[in-house]
């Protein structure tokens, strides 16, 4: 009697398992087969939604469907109630295309660490339904969603792609299925994941690469640290540290001061500077330049990479006993002639000793000569005289003949300027009384040839005239047949004819 019980107890808890895809005709398809959920069912067939042979000796998609609830679907025989389930899906899947990190990155082309979503609608997909999105990934199925999966009324889910090896795949389906019937699913066309990182770490010095097991100075010097930074790896803040690697007793140990806060780009750039007090690791002890980028996000770890390994070679102790030196020899020529005949050479010798022993010879030498040239030439010597000499009256005779040089030197000048001017000015003046006479006489030539011109007209029209001394001028016209029709007058009158 009272496993009678218990079994009524658990085939109705096994009764209230309702189904969560439906079929075509709405009815619920049978998630797990028992006697009431799947009455009449054959043994071979399969509970859930999928395409599989069916009555009508074909392949198609149907399920069993749920009889709890009471008759639903049809009968067919060998098979139990059944019912097609074709429309059961995601009308529409909808990947949200990453932000492009490379000049070369797809819609569906990502880095790990990029976010990953996805958008969905369905259809004869009950609300009670999860589901799960998955893709074969390096490391075999890398499912993304966790748990129980997302809830198939979401819409829509997203996630950040792991950095992890695994998670790199080349051009697989992403699959969105239900997890009570993983026949009904949706594929994203197929996508690409790259792997973001840290790539082609360079060390210079100066122009020189640095190649494995290669020596640099540390003295204050800059070395240059250049890397690409490659998907989500050009995205966040830097740190660069020059560090052993863990040999010669110097393990861990940070060479100068790390370089932080530098905002990441794709190609980047640092001087990183090896101090002269850095002391530490030498004998051979291997150091990397390492360089780290955190990205945004909690828990996320910051994307590495690391150079070569090279060393650091000790800087030059700088010597710590001075010795002073100084060899100064100023030697002026000034040279001026005035014409004069000379000759004064005083000769100053200044020898002047200190502790230790520091002490100068001093020797103008002052030469005066038909182009009055003087010479001075000190030449420190050091000497261990400790008697200094100074003969003043030759120094003053030295400045005096410079200074009465130089005189005559600006008054000589001066003179010539002065002179330079009057003769220019001599010239200009009859220069222009030259060109003045020219333009007079070719005035009067012009005149001459005008009065030649009256003189020719007057003989030629027989007309003769007088200047008065005012303005007026008197003409008298001589007709030649009129004259001597007068004197034939005259001549007649005389006779008495």
Not at 139 to 150: A, D, E, K, P, Q
Not at 444 to 462: D, F, I, P
Request: hydrophobic share 35%.
């Amino acid at each position: 009697m009272l496993s009678v019980k218990i079994l009524t107890m658990i085939n109705l808890m096994i009764g209230y398992v309702v189904g969560t895809v439906q079929s075509d005709n709405g009815c619920a398809c049978v998630v797990t087969k028992t006697a009431i959920t799947a009455p009449n069912s054959s043994v071979s067939v399969a509970a859930g939604c999928s395409s599989k042979v069916d009555w009508n000796n074909g392949t198609s998609k149907w399920c069993l469907v749920d009889q709890t609830s009471g008759p639903c679907g049809t009968l067919h025989a060998g098979f139990g109630y059944a019912d097609a389930c074709i429309n059961a899906g995601f009308p529409s899947l909808l990947l949200t295309a990453p932000v492009n990190l490379e000049w070369d990155q797809s819609g569906y082309t990502f880095y790990t660490g990029q976010t990953l979503v996805l958008n969905w609608t369905t259809r004869d997909i009950n609300s009670d339904e999860w589901l799960r999105l998955s893709y074969v990934g390096a490391g075999g199925v890398r499912t993304l969603t966790t748990g129980s999966g997302v809830n198939s009324t979401a819409g829509t889910f997203g996630l950040r792609l792991s950095d992890s090896a695994n998670s790199l795949a080349t051009n697989v389906p992403l699959t969105l299925a239900t997890v009570t019937n993983p026949s009904v699913y949706g594929l994203i066309p197929n996508i690409t994941i790259l792997q973001s990182k840290i790539t082609a770490v360079s060390i210079y010095d100066g122009n020189r690469t640095i190649t494995t097991g290669a020596s640099i100075t540390s003295d204050d010097r800059n070395m240059t640290i250049v890397w690409r930074g490659l998907g989500e790896a050009q995205i966040g803040l830097t740190t660069v540290t020059v560090r052993s690697s863990g040999g010669g007793g110097g393990g861990g140990t940070t060479v100068g001061t790390a370089v932080t806060g530098i905002v990441a780009q794709g190609n980047m750039s640092v001087n990183y500077v090896l101090p002269r007090t850095f002391t530490g690791g030498f004998g051979g002890t291997a150091y990397t330049a390492q360089i780290s980028v955190q990205g945004t996000g909690t828990g996320v770890a910051p994307y590495t990479g690391s150079s070569v390994s090279f060393v650091i070679a000790l800087a030059p102790t700088p010597s710590r006993t001075a010795t002073p030196s100084s060899s100064v020899t100023p030697t002026p020529t000034p040279s001026l002639s005035t014409g004069a005949t000379a000759s004064n050479t005083p000769t100053v010798s200044i020898t002047a000793s200190t502790t230790p022993s520091l002490s100068s010879s001093l020797t103008p030498t002052i030469s005066t000569t038909p182009s009055l040239t003087s010479t001075v030439s000190i030449t420190p010597t050091p000497s261990q005289t400790p008697a200094a000499s100074l003969d003043l009256a030759a120094v003053a005779a030295a400045a005096t003949a410079a200074a009465n040089a130089n005189t005559a030197s600006i008054v000589g000048g001066i003179v010539g300027t002065v002179a330079a001017i009057i003769i220019g000015f001599v010239v200009r003046r009859v220069y222009e009384r030259r060109q003045i006479h020219a333009r007079r006489l070719r005035k009067l030539e012009t005149s001459k040839g005008t009065a030649n011109t009256v003189q020719k007209m007057r003989a030629l029209y027989g007309v003769s005239g007088e200047e008065n001394s005012g303005t007026t001028v008197m003409y008298q016209v001589s007709m030649p047949q009129a004259q001597e029709n007068m004197r034939q007058y005259a001549s007649r009158r005389g006779r008495g004819v």
